[in-house]
C-alpha cells in the first residue's frame, strides 16, 4: 500500500468496525457483540473481543475462524486476527484454551474416545 493511501490508525479501526457489522450482522441481532481490544499497525495484528451471547454460545468457534480468514483477505492492513470470547480466552488460532477452555474439544455424532461415556446419536 503507498504513503499516499495509507489509513490513519482511527480509520483503520473504522474499517476494522464496518467489517464486522457488514459481515456478521448475527452477532447483534443474537445478542452479541465484536469490539477492537487491541491494533498494532506495525505487525498487522488485531485482536477483537467477542461479548454478550458470545460468550458460551456453541458456534463462535466457527465466527472467529469467519473472522479470521475474512478480514485478512478484505483489510490489506490486517495480517493475523486473534479473537477472544468471555470463555477462557478462546483465540482464533484454536491455541489456548479453544473452544471455550476447560481443556474440552468439540465432539460429533458418531466419534468415540476410550473414556467416551455419554450417550450415541441416534443417526
Not at 484454536?94 to 471455550?100: D, H, I, L, S, V
Given at each position: ?40 499497525r ?65 465432539s460429533?455424532p ?14
Amino acid at each position: 500500500m503507498s504513503v499516499e493511501t495509507e489509513r490513519s490508525e482511527d480509520e483503520l479501526r473504522e474499517a476494522i468496525s464496518n467489517f464486522l457489522r457488514r459481515n456478521f450482522p448475527q452477532i447483534q441481532m443474537h445478542g452479541g457483540s465484536a469490539a477492537i481490544q487491541g491494533l498494532d499497525r506495525e505487525s498487522g495484528e488485531v485482536t477483537v473481543a467477542l461479548g454478550g451471547a458470545c460468550s458460551g454460545c456453541g458456534i463462535s468457534p466457527m465466527t472467529i475462524q469467519a473472522i479470521k480468514s475474512r478480514m485478512v483477505k478484505e483489510i490489506p492492513e490486517i495480517n493475523k486476527v486473534h479473537a477472544e470470547t468471555g470463555m477462557g480466552g478462546m483465540d482464533a488460532d484454536m491455541g489456548e484454551g479453544g473452544f471455550g477452555g476447560g481443556g474440552m474439544s468439540p465432539s460429533f455424532p458418531g466419534e468415540t474416545t476410550e473414556d467416551d461415556e455419554g450417550p450415541q446419536a441416534p443417526f
